[in-house]
């Protein structure tokens, strides 16, 4: 597993002003990208040995930034 963050901006660099303006016009999507940054700041913690974590929460939370990525970039598509 390599331990480079998973930033939004870099996941989707095409979109990065669509990015910053969804985030000041949708809440929904606002609430979105925040969760999807705790979510990577902890597995970043994490693969970077700074907090420590077991493998099935790790798993757990990698779940959930995938599906968090997944709904951010179906509204980035429709917006």
Request: hydrophobic share 30%.
């Amino acid at each position: 597993m390599g331990n480079t963050p998973h930033e939004l901006v870099d996941e989707f660099p095409a979109n990065a002003d669509d990015l910053h303006r969804l985030k000041a016009e949708n809440p929904h999507f606002a609430r979105l990208t925040d969760e999807y940054h705790d979510i990577n700041r902890q597995i970043h913690r994490a693969e970077t040995r700074v907090e420590p974590m077991s493998d099935e929460y790790e798993e757990t939370l990698r779940k959930r930034r995938l599906q968090l990525k997944d709904e951010i970039a179906a509204i980035l598509r429709d917006s």
